[in-house]
């Protein structure tokens, strides 16, 4: 990642307060972009943003529920307000709790889809304008949207349906709007991690979760090896889209 390359552009992140979002925000500023930094604990956006700024870096906090449309536009528009402009988005807000399907409450179902997915859609549905305008007027010439999916919408494992049908979906519609928008010069692209270090196993206890305890003991990622992922995505120049990457443990199987 060269520093400076985004400079002059406005990034939002989602679930920037922790994880992959966090870690997200710090490099993506690092390159050059304005943040705007969203997730529903103002307290812990303010702590990142803190630390953004005493770097040097220009941050927004934008303490939001996406899974409300009105709240992700909302979050879009400030930001627009605020910065002018909005030339990457990156969806890592996520959710994850496993179990058997005969004993999951229903509740946990709707949060996954609603976090997961509909939340991902809302910010995207009311970002792309403002992206595609960006793709215009922007000397790089592009603007990016990238979502964190997962392994787990690659396959599928038993006590996994739910989340496992919600990253599949965001695998799918990453695709589909990366064939939308390709010839208007906004790059989707698509991350699937394996297990990493971050609070999304921290949820729920997911001791009955197959999936959880087929990972064994192996080397986890860390949140700042996929925002390394993503960082490198997004300052490739406008010729160059990297439309999906997997990036598992080397222990995982």
């Given amino acids: 990642m060269t520093t400076g390359t985004l400079e002059g552009t406005v990034a939002l992140v989602t679930g920037a307060s922790s994880g992959i979002g966090r870690a997200t925000a710090q490099h993506l500023a690092a390159a050059g972009a304005t943040i705007a930094l969203v997730a529903r604990r103002a307290d812990r956006l303010e702590e990142v943003a803190a630390k ?6 220009e941050a927004l906090v934008l303490a939001s529920d996406l899974t409300d449309a009105a709240g992700a536009h909302d979050a879009v528009e400030r930001t627009i307000r605020e910065f002018g402009r909005l030339d990457t988005l990156v969806n890592a807000a996520g959710l994850m709790l496993n179990g058997p399907s005969d004993r999951s409450p229903l509740r946990e179902w709707d949060q996954m889809v609603d976090i997961n997915l509909r939340g991902l859609m809302y910010v995207t549905k009311a970002a792309l304008p403002h992206l595609l305008a960006a793709a215009k007027d922007s000397p790089r ?15 599928a494992a038993p006590t996994v349906a739910i989340y496992n049908a919600t990253k599949f979906a965001v695998t799918g519609a990453t695709e589909a709007w990366r064939q939308e928008y390709t010839t208007r010069n906004v790059r989707f692209s698509v991350i699937e991690p394996g297990r990493t270090q971050t609070e999304l196993f921290d949820q729920k206890s997911n001791s009955d979760s ?6 064994g003991e192996v080397e986890q990622l ?26 598992r443990p080397t222990d995982q199987p």
């Fill in 141 to 155: 010439s592009v603007a990016d949207v990238v979502n964190i999916s997962s392994v787990a919408g690659r396959v």
């Fill in 222 to 247: 860390h949140a700042e090896d996929i925002a390394e992922a993503i960082a490198y995505i997004v300052t490739n120049p406008r010729r160059v889209a990297v439309n999906e990457i997997v990036i």
């Fill in 210 to 215: 197959d999936f959880t305890s087929a990972f």
């Fill in 52 to 57: 953004l700024r005493a770097d040097g870096h």
